[in-house]
Structures are given as C-alpha cells and as structure tokens.
C-alpha cells in the first residue's frame, strides 16, 4: 500500500485554536487509525 504525505505550515487567526481541532480529530472514530497526531502536529 503507498501512502502519500503532504507538509506545509498554517497560520491561523486568532481566536482559532489549533490544538482543539487537533483533539477533535484524535477522537473522530470514523477517521480512527487515518491520521497521525504527534504533539501539535
């Protein structure tokens, strides 16, 4: 199976807060096992 990376830096706007969709995405089920979360990236 190939697995294909994208990189790249966002800058949101204040009052967004990055670390909670972050944390909504850690818990989302029907993505489990999808994404890789390591600290805040």
């Known amino acids: 199976m190939m697995f294909h990376s994208v990189q790249g830096k966002l800058f949101p706007k204040p009052p967004f807060?990055?670390?909670?969709s972050l944390n909504f995405v850690?818990?989302?089920?029907?993505?489990?096992?999808?994404q890789a979360i390591s600290g805040l990236s």
């Open 26 to 34: 850690g818990m989302f089920a029907p993505i489990g096992g999808e």
């Open 17 to 20: 807060d990055f670390s909670k």
